[in-house]
C-alpha cells in the first residue's frame, strides 16, 4: 500500500488523527511548563552569599532598574499574603524612610543625601532623638497637668517643682518669690561665714576656711570652685578640679551682689564690691586653668591630703552624709574614698596647697560665698524673662530624673521593649566576641583581654531592676522634705542636698544609679566603670517598635548598643580594664597596630569633603567617636547577617528594595539632621563628627554597603581604600 492508499483509508487517517492530536496536546503542556519556569518565586539566597557573588561587583547594575532578586513579584502570585509590614509602627517607619529620602540621589554618589536629603522638609527637631526628648516632655508635663494628688511621694516632689516653676510666671508671684528667695540666699551667705564684702568690720583673723567649707556642704553643694567632692561611675568619692566649672562669671554678678544687699538692708559700696568681685573673677580664671581631667589617674586619698594640710577633707565627706546613717556610711566610704592625680594637687610648683596661702583671706572668703552664689543663681534665675521662657517640665526631669522617669514607664511605656532590647544587647555582644577572634592583626593576649572586657561590662537597659519593686523610689525620697511655702530657691537647695546624701549611699552601699544621672532622656551611654547605659527614650517608638522587621531594630537599636559598647575600645576605652581601672591591657604591639588603625579615621576626617564645612574638619576631636561608629556598624553588620532574611518582611513602599538595602536605609535615618547652623569654630569642638560623615564616611568603609548597592568601584560610597578597627 501506497502512502496515498494508506491515507486514503479512512481508519488509518483516523489513527494518524489521533496521533497528531497526543503530539500536539504533549508539546502545548512541554511550552507551557517551559513557560512557567520564571514565574517561580525568586529564591533569595542568603546575605553572607550575596555577598560574596562576584559577578555582581563586575556588571554594576544602573542604581534604576533593580538586580533580578528584587525584581517585582509577579501578577499570578497576587493570591499570595504581602510579607510586608503593615502594624502602626511600620506604617510611621515607612512614612520616614519614604519622606526623608530623596529618590533622584544615587546611593553609590551620596548615600546622606538618598536617605535623609528631604528630612528637613517633613521635620522640625534636629534629629528623631531631639523630638523623641520633645514628646517625653509633652508627656511628663500632661502628667503634672492634671490636678491630681497621688500617694507617692515622688510623684506629689515632681509637682511641687513644676506648681513653684509655673507660678513664677506670675509678675506678682514672682516678685514676692524673688524677695522671699533674695532673703532666704542672704540667710544662706551668713551660714556660711562672714562675707568681707558685706561686713565693713571683717576680721581676716577669723577666717575659717574648713567650717566655710562645712557649712557649704550643709547647704547641700560639694563643688566649692576651689575643687568638689563627687560620686564617680565606678562608684568612688572622688575629690577632684571642679568639673560643672561654668565659662564665664554671670554678666550682670556685681549687681546682683548689689541686689541682695539692698534687699537686706545694707549699704553696699560700690567701690569695695567692684573690687572684690575682680579678684573673684581673677582668682576664678586661675583655677580655671586645672581642667577636669577624665582619664586623670586616681590616686589615695591619703596621699591627696598629706598634699593639702589646710583642709579637713575628711570631716567635709561626713558632713556630706544622711546625719541618722553617718556612722555606717563612715566606715563604708572610707575606703573608697580617692582623688584625682591632678596637677591641682601635686604640681611641685603652684597647687591648691600653695594658692590657699597666698591668696589674701579676704578674696578666699568672698571667693567662696561669690561661688556658691554664682551657682545658686542658675536655680533662682532672677531675670523675669528668663524664667517666663522656663520650661518647667524640662527642669523637673533635669532635678527629678528618677523620679519622672517612673512616671513616664508608668505611664507611657511598653515594658516588653526592655526584655527584647535585653536580649539584643546579649546578641551584640556575642558578635562583637566573633568580631574580635576573626581579627587578623590582633595578638592572642590582646584578645583575651578584650574579650573579657567584653564579658565582665555591665548594662542596665531601661533602669535597674531594684526600681521595679513597689514603692522602692518612694523609700529614697523619705528624705526629702519639702514644704508648700517653699521657695524655688529653697526646693532646689533641698534636692541639691537630699542628691548629695543619695550619692553617698550610691558608694557606700552602691545602691543602683548615681542620683543625679540624666535617666529620662533619649540616649544611651558607656561609662568608664565598663558599663553600658540604654535609656527608654531609646526603645520607644519611632525610635524601636517591637514590630518592626528584625533587622530595622537591628539598623537602629542594634547599631546604637554596638557604637556604645565600642566605646569600651575607643582609645580611651582601650586604657581601662574589665573592672573600669587604669591598666594597660594591650600587648605594645597590637596598641601599635591600633593606633595606624584608628589614624586611618583621622586622616579620612580630615580630609572629608563635607557638604556644609568643606575640608575643614579636625579628625582629632572627634576620634573616639568615629572609633566607636566604625567598630559599631561592623558589629551590628554581624548580628545584622545571622538573620534569614527570606523570613523578614518588607516595608510599604519598599516592596522591591531587598532587604541589605533596607538595613542601610533604616541606620541611615537616626542621622539625618537640619543642615547645621554652627558654626565652624563651633563644629571643631563637637566630639561626635558631622551627620553626614556618620553616613557616607562610616558606611563608604564598609564593603558590604557596596555590595549592597551595587556601587562601581571607585565611586564615592565604594572607595579604593578603607578604614577598618578590628
Ligand atoms: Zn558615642
Redesign the pocket.
Known sequence: MSAKDKLANPLIALVVFLVLTIIALLATIIIMKLNEKPVEPPRVAPIAQKLVAPEKKSRPEPVTNPVTMTRPEPVTQASKPRNVCETPGCVTLADQLLNFQDPSVDPCQDFYKAACGKYSEHEVANRRLQKKDIIIQRMIKNFLLKNETSESKSENVMRQVYRTCEGLKNEEIFNANMKTAFRELFKDIQKIGSWPAADKNWDETKLNLNEMLLNIVKLGSSNFGLFQIRPTEVPFLEVAPDMARSPKVSANFQQIIFDILEKNGLQPDENVIADDVEDYITLEETLSQYAYDYNAEKVQFSKLQAQVPSLKLEKIIEEMMNPNRKKLLVTKVKPRMVAHKHSLFFDEKMNLEKLLKSTPKRTLANYLIFYYMDHAMNGLSVHDNVIKKRNCEKLVIEYLPKASLRVFVRNHFEKGNLKIVDEMAEETKKSFIEMLQESTWLGADSKKNAILKLEKMGKMIGYPKEFEKKGALDKMFETLKLLPKDTLYGILKKIGRFHMEQGIEFVALETPMDPVLPVLMTNA??TDRNHLSFLVGYMDDPLFDATYPKYVNIALTGNILA??T??GF?TAGIKRDENGEVRSWMKPEDLKEYGKKTQCLVDQYNEYDDPVFGKNLNGTTTL??MV??MIGVTVAWKVFEKLDSSKEQKVIGFENENIDKLYFRAAALDFCSLPPTTSLVEELTR??PTGNFRVNGIFSNMPQFATAFNCPEGSPMNPKTRCSIF
Open positions: 551611654f558607656y557604637h556604645e565600642s566605646h575607643d573616639n567617636e566607636a561608629d566630639v561626635h
